[in-house]
T-cell receptor
Framework: KQEVTQIPAALSVPEGENLVLNCSFT??????LQWFRQDPGKGLTSLLLIQSSQREQTSGRLNASLDKSSGRSTLYIAASQPGDSATYLCAVRRTGGFKTIFGAGTRLFVKA | DGGITQSPKYLFRKEGQNVTLSCEQNLNHDAMYWYRQDPGQGLRLIYYSQIVNDFQKGDIAEGYSVSREKKESFPLTVTSAQKNPTAFYLCASSILHNSNQPQHFGDGTRLSIL
């Protein structure tokens, strides 16, 4: 059974700092891995999607990596801004299946 | 603009009452999903549908029902059998067989018990 864990559960950093959010999963047979952003009381916005055959994806100040053999993904945020404050969720879709398993998220607060 | 519309934004249920949450998408996606989100937890799958007139139970389907009569619409009914319905409900859609396409989400419906 696939389980997805995100550490830390919450993180507070000063503006301008580079930071890394972590995601681990127990089954390496994945179809893809997604990172989402969720603002309070809102739905999820897709940030980056890494296919099983890829090692990383980049979008602006965001870079996500995938290491299937170790069951880990990281989301790197460069030069953090107060507008980055949100909850970041990692989600894994397994190979041969239809379900996507979500982590509980990391709540990020960037202080001005 | 294409997207997913969920309504209402807030909903209150009386004991013994069934309530229906609406989800409409204009993205021409085949697959649609309903998730439940509780504080401090990840999203849990309630039901999903890959095609019109077909749907499958997710991990926590008890006390819920769905229909998929049109490609654009996937309403969720929270029945009186669901004893702990207070949660944030999210609807999503995706292209069915493409590993490069993400799920798209609506803005959610928050359900509370009166």
């Amino acid at each position: 059974k696939q389980e997805v864990t995100q550490i830390p559960a919450a993180l507070s950093v000063p503006e301008g700092e580079n930071l890394v959010l972590n995601c681990s999963f127990t089954d390496s047979a994945i179809y893809n891995l997604q990172w989402f952003r969720q603002d309070p009381g809102k739905g999820l916005t897709s940030l980056l999607l890494i296919q099983s055959s890829q090692r990383e994806q980049t979008s602006g100040r965001l870079n996500a990596s995938l290491d299937k053999s170790s069951g880990r993904s990281t989301l790197y945020i460069a030069a953090s801004q107060p507008g980055d404050s949100a909850t970041y969720l990692c989600a894994v879709r397994r190979t041969g299946g239809f379900k996507t398993i979500f982590g509980a998220g990391t709540r990020l607060f960037v202080k001005a | 603009d294409g997207g997913i519309t969920q309504s209402p934004k807030y909903l209150f249920r009386k004991e013994g009452q069934n309530v229906t949450l609406s989800c409409e998408q204009n993205l021409n996606h085949d697959a649609m999903y309903w998730y439940r989100q509780d504080p401090g937890q990840g999203l849990r799958l309630i039901y999903y549908s890959q095609i019109v007139n077909d749907f499958q139970k997710g991990d926590i389907a008890e006390g819920y029902s769905v229909s998929r009569e049109k490609k654009e619409s996937f309403p969720l009914t929270v029945t009186s059998a669901q004893k702990n319905p207070t949660a944030f409900y999210l609807c999503a859609s995706s292209i069915l067989h493409n590993s490069n396409q993400p799920q798209h989400f609506g803005d959610g419906t928050r359900l509370s018990i009166l």
